[in-house]
């Protein structure tokens, strides 16, 4: 099984490093999606026609890209996303974030403003004070559930059914706050051992907030101090760890920090879960976080094949212009994030998190 997963920790510095214009043969096809690009009188911009189609003679879409990341208040970073949706190789098929409210109007909905065209929005409750806010947005078209446990006392969770060629596939995104108490952390395990339970495929993915396990051994770190804040930290992290171990489930980013800020120790607090004997997912890859976030943006690519809706669907919509600029401006960002990331001097990692921050400020002054 440990081959199941390739983590392509340097896809990053290579995609998108060509910023020449591509030949006009743009003849690509995600099922959904097909691209037409008019190259006439771009003046340093392309215009890009989305033809949203389904062929409904086919109800089986090959593969699934899911995009995870903590935003840390998507109001402010929704252009970007956008942005990183178009720029994407391959339409994204579900984008899970986490932390998507301002830290100072928990309770003010942004459903609305958040909407992005070509997918349907869940949501954990943003009215709900108290928690820092989850959406998921799955491509329209793809076979999907909302899936809620009544009697569940954790709350900062999305648990969606997808149906694929096969099997049902469930993806739970999760967050728990560093604040947890064990009684939150023992409703989170009790969560996974229900979604466990049920049959077809598993993916948790989420920040789960345990710097403090050494993934390599699936075991505890041992600490001389603990912090005001984590004094239930050390029985939280014991009882997730045996939940994995007791539940078969296997934790895939093992040696690359998904955050990370200035000089500061970096740490894996975003994971990706599956059972240990499931090895539908084909690769791991990391971009550079969104806006002044400092988690990795996580993209797992899956071999399953979902379903697509039969119900008919056909609309045309004149995109916002991408800019060549934007392109250029995200890819300098992660190849400087990766670079930053990789850097094991403190003085070089202060230096190359300074050039990062430049990169990553010029990209959010250019699409807000």
Known sequence: MANDVSINVSTISKRNVNYNIPTPDRSVCHIKYKSYVNYNNYNGKIQTLNECTTNR???IQQNMLCIYSNVDCLPNKIQELKSLIELSEKVPDIIALTEVKNKRKRNFDYTDKLKIDGYRLFHNDLLREGNRGIIVYVKQGLRCKRKLFLYSSFMEYILLEIETDHKVMHIATIYRSPNSSFENSLNMCSLIDHICTKPGYKLFLGDFNFPK??????????????????VHEPGSRTKFIDTLQKNKLKQHIINFPTRARGNATPHILDLIITKSNESFIEKIEFDAPLGKSDHSIIRV???VNP?????KESR????????????NLISEKNRLWMEYIKTEDKYKKFKKFNEYKTARDAVCKEIN
């Open 57 to 59: 003679n086919s109800t």
């Open 213 to 230: 396990i050494d993934w390599n051994h699936m075991e505890s770190k041992k600490t001389s101090r603990t912090r005001k804040n984590e």
């Open 301 to 303: 690519s899956c071999k």
């Open 307 to 311: 379903k697509i809706s039969t119900e």
């Open 316 to 327: 045309t919509k004149l995109l916002d212009v991408v800019d060549l600029k934007v392109k």
